[in-house]
C-alpha cells in the first residue's frame, strides 16, 4: 500500500473514531446540556493526535494478527483490498 494512503488512511480513521468516542462519552457524562459541543470539542482535539499515534504504531501489528487469525481458522490469506495493496 502506498505511503501516502497509508497515512491518510490513519489520519481519517483516528479523527471518525476520536470524534465517535469523544462525543459518546461527553454525551453520557454530561447530558444534552449548555456547553456540551465545547466540552466534545475539547476531548476531540485531545483525543485526535493520541489516537493518531496509535493508529499508525499499531497498524501493522494489528495486520499481522488479523492474517494469523484468519490463516488459523483454515482459509488461506485475505485478499488485498484493491490491486495497489500489494505494494
Request: charged letters at 10%; zero cysteines; a positive charge.
Amino acid at each position: 500500500m502506498n505511503k501516502k494512503v497509508k497515512i491518510l488512511s490513519g489520519v481519517i480513521m483516528s479523527g471518525i473514531m476520536a470524534a465517535a468516542l469523544s462525543g459518546f462519552f461527553t454525551l453520557t457524562k454530561m447530558g444534552l446540556v449548555p456547553g456540551w459541543q465545547a466540552a466534545w470539542g475539547l476531548g476531540f482535539v485531545s483525543g485526535w493526535p493520541i489516537a493518531l499515534v496509535l493508529s499508525m504504531l499499531i497498524a501493522r501489528p494489528v495486520r499481522a494478527l488479523s492474517i494469523a487469525i484468519v490463516r488459523r481458522s483454515g482459509r488461506s490469506r485475505p485478499a488485498p483490498l484493491s490491486p495497489t495493496a500489494q505494494n
